[in-house]
Each structure stands twice: as C-alpha cells, then as structure tokens.
C-alpha cells in the first residue's frame, strides 16, 4: 500500500458544517493531500474558498476518477454505511465523519469490506488532538497526579429548547446526544484507560420539544477502583469544569474548549495561523500534587490542539510511513457502548461490556 507519488488526491463528500469548517481547512493545510473534488448537491460554496477544486453533483463522480486516492465522508452518520461502502467497493481509501455507523453491525460490515479490499478505513474522531486531551494523556502517562481513580468528563450547553431541524435532532437510531458528543467522551475514555469492564447509563430527553436524547450520565467501571464519568447536559447555563481526575497523588481540573473549531469556524486553519491550537494561559488546567515530599499546586500549560496531525498521519500511513491513528475497530467499540448504554438505560442496570 506504498504509493509512488507524494501526493495524494482527495475527494470530499459533502461541504456542510463538517465538510466546511473542520475537514476542507485541515486537509488543504497538508502538502500531501490535494483538495481535488468537492461533491455539493446544490451549490459552488467550496470554490470561493478552494477555486482549484471541481464541484460535482454526484458521490459517483468520485467513485469513477481513477485519480481520486481517498473519499472523505462528511454526510449525516445516519447515511454513512452507503457512503462508506460504495467508496471502498470502488477501491477508495476512506476517511468518514464521527459517529463511525448507527450499529456495531454497519461497522463489521464496512470494516470487513475494507480488508477485503485493501483499503484505510478512518473515523475522524479528532477530539483525540484537542490540547486539553493530550495533555491529560501526559499527565497520566507521566504519573503526575499517580493512579487516577477517578476521572469526569463533561461536555455541556445551554439550549433549553429543542427548536433545531438538524439530522442530530431527529428521532432514530444514529440521532441525539449520545451519538453526536458522546462517541467523543467515549473514544477519549478507551483512549486514557482502555476498555471498561462495566457500564451504567441514564438517558433522556429533557428538552421542551426535543425528539433524540439531549442528557446522559454515564459511569463506567475498571479494574483497581477506578470510575469514570461521562455527562452531557443542554441545560447547564453555569458551565462547570470539562475535565476532573483524582489520582491517589493529587487532582487536576480543567475548564473550557479547545479552541481550534472556533478558530476554524473563524476562517482560520493550522496553515495560516500562527500559534495554531494554543490556548490562553487563563485556561490552562490546575493541578495539586506531591513530588519529592512537597506539595505542589499551580497550571499547566495546554499542549497546542493539533487536527491536522489526523490527516497528517492518514497521508503518512497510506504511503507507508506510520501506523493508523485511528483504526476503524476503535470507532467500533465506541458504536458498540453507546450501544450498551441505550440497553442499559432500558433495564436500568449495571451491564458487562461485551465486544
């Protein structure tokens, strides 16, 4: 799988929020990859920013450019396995939009497909590149706060009515929170501490008006006493910390969003903006702790977001110089929890998580 060339030609499927603001600037921002076709029902958008690219009206239009190297798939998750599945099938390498599939079915299937033909099959879960997530893998990897015996993650907002027409707001399989943010919290959890032994789940629906699950409260439980919360709210008008751990050495805390989709909805990308990622010093997380017999409490600083180290590492791994990143059978496993969590809700009880 080792190609010739140094460039590889891209082709996007879809240039709404997605397509728009969080794939078209990072990919663009690789010198290997080459923004070549852009498929918009409707519209030209993209070549008032991109004047290089051809528009077309058609997925197939990609699917039959021998030139085409990878498909970038930015549709409603609800639609993705169509999509997914007619890429590879043409023999298309495949990046494709968070949440992966609606069931850990549709991923098999498509996961089968690309072994059987070759083929990269990625889930651009980026929230892996946030600076506040790599720097919590730091911490722990480097033992600051010692064994974390308890870690919250939470991803809030304040929307107390459900007025949005968005696919996410629908009723459905592959619809509401839990599928929209909550593939995020579940790939970071897998991401610092593996797969749980157990998981207990509350969801619903709060909002006045509101079709898909807008609320979760999710534990899941580990070896060594470890518990890790994971939380959602669209009525949360005071925002509280995003991330908590406790370890048996200290604590860190950490407020706010990462900061590199604003800049992104702001027209911005890492190719043109100095300081990509970084974030102020007043959100910098705080952290208490013991070395060396003392006690220690101050910030530490965030390490720089970095999105484009994902399409970074698709090129570098399509031409032969690194391992994926994110595999298509880790974006399973997050289908397969929220999943759990759905039947756990139902009969209200603690579950074994089976893969």
Same mark, same amino acid.
Not at 108 to 135: P, Q, Y
Not at 223 to 243: A, F, N
């Given at each position: ?9 891209v082709g996007l499927i879809g240039y709404g929020f997605a397509g728009r603001v ?9 010198? /290997?990859?080459?923004?070549? !076709?852009? @498929?918009e029902r409707r519209s030209d958008y993209s070549k008032e920013r991109y004047p ?5 009206? #058609?997925? $197939? ?25 007619? &890429?590879?099938? $043409?023999? !298309? +390498? ?7 599939? =609606? ?9 089968? *497909? ?29 033992? *600051? ?7 919250? @993650? ?9 007025? #949005? ?8 399989? /592959? ?34 008006? &509101?079709? =898909? ?6 534990? *899941?439980?580990?070896? +060594? ?10 009525? @949360? ?25 604003? &800049?992104?909805? %702001? ?5 043109? #903006?100095? $300081? ?6 007043? *959100?910098?997380g705080s952290f208490e702790t013991t070395a060396g017999g003392l006690n220690v ?8 977001? =970095?999105?484009? %180290?994902?399409?970074? $590492? ?8 690194? %391992?994926?990143?994110? !595999? ?12 759990? =969590?759905?039947? #756990?809700? !139902? ?9």
């Amino acid at each position: 799988m080792i190609y010739l060339e140094k460039q590889l030609n891209v082709g996007l499927i879809g240039y709404g929020f997605a397509g728009r603001v969080l794939h078209a600037p990072v990919i663009t921002s690789i010198p /290997g990859l080459n923004l070549k !076709k852009v @498929v918009e029902r409707r519209s030209d958008y993209s070549k008032e920013r991109y004047p290089w690219v051809e528009v077309v009206r #058609s997925a $197939n239009d990609l699917y039959i450019d021998p030139e085409i190297d990878v498909i970038v798939i930015t549709t409603p998750s609800t639609n993705h396995v169509e999509f997914v599945r007619d &890429a590879l099938s $043409n023999g !298309k +390498h495949v990046v494709v939009e968070k949440p992966f599939t =609606a069931t850990t079915e549709e991923a098999d299937e498509l996961i089968e *497909l690309a072994k059987e033909r070759n083929r990269v099959l990625s889930v651009f879960h980026n929230r892996r590149w946030d600076g506040d997530f790599m720097t919590i893998r730091e911490i722990i990897k480097n033992g *600051l706060i010692g064994k974390v015996k308890e870690c919250e @993650v939470h991803w809030d907002s304040f929307n107390p009515i459900a007025l #949005s027409t968005n696919w996410r707001e629908k009723s459905g399989i /592959g619809t509401g929170v839990l599928y929209d943010l909550g593939v995020h919290l579940f790939d970071q959890a897998l991401c610092l501490f593996g797969v749980p032994n157990t998981i207990s789940a509350d969801v619903q629906i709060q909002r006045e008006g &509101a079709k =898909a699950h807008d609320y979760f409260d999710l534990t *899941l439980g580990y070896d +060594h006493h470890l518990k890790v919360t994971l939380k959602s709210s669209r009525i @949360v008008r005071t925002k509280g910390p995003r991330y908590i751990l406790h370890g048996d050495k200290g604590s860190f805390i950490k407020f706010g969003l990462d900061p590199q989709e604003q &800049a992104l909805i %702001d027209g911005r990308s890492p190719a043109n #903006s100095k $300081n990509w990622g970084r974030e102020p010093e007043e *959100l910098w997380g705080s952290f208490e702790t013991t070395a060396g017999g003392l006690n220690v409490k101050g910030a530490i600083e965030t390490i720089p977001g =970095a999105y484009q %180290d994902y399409y970074q $590492n698709i090129y570098d791994h399509i031409t032969g110089t690194a %391992d994926l990143a994110v !595999k298509p059978e880790e974006a399973r496993m997050n289908i397969r929890l929220i999943e759990l =969590a759905i039947e #756990s809700h !139902k009969l209200g009880k603690v579950l074994p998580v089976s893969i």
